[in-house]
T-cell receptor, first 112, second 113 residues
Framework: SQQGEEDPQALSIQEGENATMNCSYK?????LQWYRQNSGRGLVHLIL?????REKHSGRLRVTLDTSKKSSSLLITASRAADTASYFC????????????FGQGTTLQVKP | NAGVTQTPKFQVLKTGQSMTLQCAQD?????MYWYRQDPGMGLRLIYY???????DKGEVPNGYNVSRLNKREFSLRLESAAPSQTSVYFC????????????FGQGTRLTVV
């Protein structure tokens, strides 16, 4: 089974609103990463948070990590139509740092 | 700097045919990966190569084989294609070390009829 599960599967908001996506995982991790995929394209890395970090910011992105609950959230503030894409979390297991396991993803639509 | 290059971009196969998907990276990364992406399933790991000379099964390895030809190249082979292998395939690479991001190719859209 996959390491990461994401919630919601789909999210539709208006431009200017905030978007929050959640990710849960099953085993101990070294880090958790978020990626973005525009329709029909490859994935692009957004942000990485280490297992000993609780929160990280990058521009309009804010990521939190709760290792006790094995969960993470990605917040996109002041969303823009250009943020419309699919977002995936991915984990590097502590037991095997050569692996990179992805969740099912959240499809975000930002309406202008 | 090309990054991760996958070939071909599109392919249609008949059931039972074989083919090899090619992937090459020019970033001197040690680790390389093959994923498949199906609607609603996210990306599922087929095989990965943590370093040159090693390959390991991922979540869905059945029906596939891989070869880490050298540090740059990691190929995925379908020996006898089945309709269930219709998918979009992505190759990725990552520098050795756990706190590193992956870089992805643009994908291969494979249809098996």
């Amino acid at each position: 089974s996959q390491q990461g599960e994401e919630d919601p599967q789909a999210l539709s908001i208006q431009e200017g609103e905030n978007a929050t996506m959640n990710c849960s995982y099953k085993t101990s991790i070294n880090n958790l990463q978020w990626y973005r995929q525009n329709s029909g394209r490859g994935l692009v890395h957004l942000i990485l948070i280490r297992s000993n970090e609780r929160e990280k910011h990058s521009g309009r992105l804010r990521v939190t990590l709760d290792t006790s609950k094995k969960s993470s959230s990605l917040l996109i503030t002041a969303s823009r139509a250009a943020d419309t894409a699919s977002y995936f979390c991915a984990t590097v297991p502590s037991s095997n740092t050569g692996k990179l396991i992805f969740g099912q993803g959240t499809t975000l639509q930002v309406k202008p | 700097n090309a990054g991760v290059t996958q070939t071909p971009k599109f392919q249609v196969l008949k059931t039972g045919q074989s083919m090899t998907l090619q992937c090459a990276q020019d970033m001197n990364h040690n680790s390389m990966y093959w994923y498949r992406q199906d609607p609603g399933m996210g990306l599922r790991l087929i095989y990965y190569s943590a370093s040159e000379g090693t390959t390991d099964k991922g979540e869905v390895p059945n029906g596939y084989n891989v070869s880490r030809l050298n540090k740059r190249e990691f190929s995925l082979r379908l020996e006898s294609a089945a309709p269930s292998q219709t998918s979009v395939y992505f190759c990725a690479s990552r520098r050795v070390g756990s706190d590193t991001e992956a870089f992805f190719g643009q994908g291969t859209r494979l249809t098996v009829v």
